[in-house]
């Protein structure tokens, strides 16, 4: 929330010095006591109502006071998730805290490593920025009750964030419902930041942990053909060193990093936005991926737990084009599926279990039965998917999210996704093919599924009404509202982090033989612009 308008209410004032007081960081203080004579709003802004902790955990503009993130508020948060590990029998486990390079992230990680050291637990606290899939898995091998990774992912660079991951049964999941409401209750306990207790945690060199990863998804790859050329970007993040390694340990030794990119910078200097799937992001990448010749173009996202891939196609601007999520989401639950070995099935008696969400396309549905898998469509959100059933291989969803080695890291994880992707492409490859005949191929078996999303920004009282109203015409399913047709959906849910509504529209047309599928496809397109506008009437 930006400034408020209007005179400081004396109220606000006060409480701007009762916290000012009690902020344990110099700077903070001294952000706030700058702003007590100020009539701009900042003063109110920064007083706000506190962001919010849920299974997603925090994410707001770095600022002080309590409705931004900063140490003092870092500290009240990371109270409540220690009163909460106590209360579940938690006391002296450890806890892996880690951090991504965004401005701020090293002091955050600090101060939550500190806390929880001061409240008895014994803290990993990684000693250098790291993807999140890397503090994923350091839960798991480590045997940790919790893990903490300091990072906002693709937010824009003013933000940073903090995201709680569960150990034990877990196995280093998510956060779910209802834990965060209990932690959420016991943040709003806990005292004023300057009287929690703390312990300062020198930093664990993570080079071992980093290196058991890039081991494990190493042996992500079912072909053994090689010959591929990959153009990566991590977008200013700190994806790219593991996700490299990870590729060169699984053989593909042809990988181009786009130099204007490769480095972590907090700034994101070269994007309006570092998120894969916003408009303009990776068209550096698919400039570079067109000059070194690349037959795959992969890009994570800042913390790199989501991936977009692009590949060549001569009727695109440039001659390449990405993926969308939902098609690389097809692809790689199909290429798990066809490449199972007898071990990996028995170890699911039931057969092996793929998820997606209501919002991601339904063809994965078609593609497990045609494989003798189960499949499982649950609400939005990776909390969901990693926890559809026992024999869960692989879940992913439309925003570029891709869980494909559960054993390893279970939630998305991109640099996986890229191994396991360029697995697919240059075993596609070496038989002549490619990743767009594939996606041909599934839709001729499946039908042609054919996805896009309309999203309107809204004020938050016009959305709840708007909701409402949804709900009351076509029922709520998980929180989200589903207009059906014949063979098309519209799924609308709010956004969870943003003043938007969304709604994800997929229509499904049915392809005779190879020859019909351009003919179906300009079927499926007049079909996708009719609903379109028709959830957009519906929204607006």
């Known amino acids: 929330m930006g400034a408020i308008e209007g005179p400081v209410p004396p109220a606000v004032r006060e409480a701007a010095r009762r916290w000012i007081a009690d902020d344990p960081d110099p700077d903070s203080r001294a952000e706030l006591t700058a702003l007590l004579t100020s009539e701009s709003g900042e003063l109110a802004a920064r007083m706000g109502e506190p962001a919010r902790?849920?299974?997603?955990?925090?994410?707001?503009?770095?600022?002080?006071?309590?409705?931004?993130?900063?140490?003092?508020?870092?500290?009240?948060?990371?109270?409540?998730?220690?009163?909460?590990?106590?209360?579940?029998?938690?006391?002296?486990?450890t806890v892996v805290v880690g951090r991504d390079a965004r401005h701020g992230s090293g002091r955050l990680a600090a101060a939550t490593a500190s806390v929880l050291a001061g409240a008895g637990f014994q803290?990993?606290?990684?000693?250098?920025?790291?993807?999140?899939?890397?503090?994923?898995?350091?839960?798991?091998?480590?045997?940790?009750?919790?893990?903490?990774?300091?990072t906002a992912s693709h937010n824009p660079p003013s933000d940073n964030g903090y995201k709680v991951y569960l150990g034990g049964a877990d196995a280093g999941a998510p956060l779910v419902e209802p834990a965060d409401a209990h932690i959420e209750a016991a943040i709003a306990d806990a005292p004023p930041a300057e009287h929690i207790r703390t312990v300062d945690v020198a930093g664990t060199d993570p080079a071992g942990l980093v290196a058991d990863y890039v081991?494990?998804?190493?042996?992500?790859?079912?072909?053994?053909?090689?010959?591929?050329?990959?153009?990566?970007?991590?977008?200013?993040?700190?994806?790219?060193?593991?996700?490299?390694?990870?590729?060169?340990a699984a053989g593909f030794q042809d990988v181009h990093l786009v130099p204007s990119q490769a480095e972590p910078d907090p700034d994101f200097p070269t994007v309006a936005f570092p998120n894969p799937e916003e408009p303009g992001a990776t068209d550096e990448l698919l400039r570079f991926a067109a000059s070194v010749r690349a037959d795959l173009a992969v890009a994570l996202d800042p913390d790199a737990d989501?991936?977009?891939?692009?590949?060549?196609?001569?009727?695109?601007?440039?001659?390449?084009?990405?993926?969308?999520?939902?098609?690389?989401?097809?692809?790689?639950?199909?290429?798990?599926?066809?490449?199972?070995?007898?071990?990996?099935?028995?170890?699911?008696?039931?057969?092996?279990?793929?998820?997606?969400?209501?919002?991601?396309?339904?063809?994965?549905?078609?593609?497990?039965?045609?494989?003798?898998a189960r499949f499982a469509e649950t609400a939005t959100g990776f909390k969901w998917i990693v926890r559809a059933g026992p024999g869960f291989v692989y879940g992913y969803?439309?925003?570029?999210?891709?869980?494909?080695?559960?054993?390893?890291?279970?939630?998305?994880?991109?640099?996986?996704?890229?191994?396991?992707?360029?697995?697919?492409?240059?075993?596609?490859?070496?038989?002549?093919?490619?990743?767009?005949?594939?996606?041909?191929?599934?839709?001729?078996?499946?039908?042609?599924?054919?996805?896009?999303?309309?999203?309107?920004?809204?004020?938050?009282?016009?959305?709840?009404?708007?909701?409402?109203?949804?709900?009351?015409?076509?029922?709520?399913?998980?929180?989200a509202t589903v207009l059906r047709r014949e063979r098309a959906r519209a799924v609308i849910r709010p956004s969870g982090t943003e003043p938007k509504l969304?709604?994800?529209?997929?229509?499904?047309?049915?392809?005779?033989?190879?020859?019909?599928?351009?003919?179906?496809?300009a079927?499926?397109?007049?079909?996708?612009?009719?609903l379109r506008a028709e959830v957009t009437a519906l929204i607006t």
């Open 306 to 372: 989501r991936c977009a891939l692009g590949v060549p196609d001569p009727e695109a601007p440039g001659g390449w084009r990405l993926l969308s999520g939902n098609e690389t989401g097809v692809l790689l639950g199909d290429h798990v599926l066809a490449t199972m070995d007898d071990t990996a099935r028995a170890a699911a008696p039931d057969g092996p279990l793929v998820a997606s969400t209501l919002a991601s396309s339904s063809q994965l549905r078609g593609v497990a039965a045609a494989r003798g």
């Open 502 to 521: 969304k709604a994800y529209l997929e229509v499904v047309e049915p392809v005779a033989d190879p020859g019909s599928l351009d003919g179906a496809r």
């Open 53 to 93: 902790f849920g299974t997603a955990g925090i994410r707001a503009p770095l600022r002080a006071g309590p409705a931004g993130m900063n140490v003092a508020v870092v500290r009240r948060v990371t109270a409540g998730l220690a009163d909460w590990l106590l209360e579940q029998g938690n006391g002296g486990a």
């Open 397 to 479: 969803e439309e925003a570029l999210g891709y869980c494909v080695d559960p054993d390893t890291v279970r939630d998305k994880d991109g640099i996986a996704a890229a191994v396991l992707a360029a697995d697919l492409a240059a075993t596609r490859r070496a038989a002549g093919s490619s990743l767009p005949a594939a996606l041909d191929e599934l839709a001729v078996a499946h039908g042609l599924h054919l996805t896009d999303a309309v999203t309107v920004r809204m004020d938050p009282a016009r959305r709840a009404e708007t909701v409402r109203r949804l709900a009351e015409r076509l029922g709520d399913e998980g929180g």
């Open 123 to 150: 803290v990993v606290a990684l000693a250098e920025p790291l993807p999140t899939p890397v503090l994923c898995y350091a839960v798991r091998a480590l045997g940790a009750a919790a893990g903490v990774q300091i």
């Open 215 to 248: 081991r494990r998804v190493a042996r992500l790859p079912r072909g053994g053909a090689r010959g591929l050329r990959i153009a990566l970007t991590p977008l200013h993040g700190v994806g790219g060193a593991v996700a490299v390694a990870a590729l060169h």
């Open 523 to 530: 079927r499926a397109t007049r079909r996708l612009a009719a």
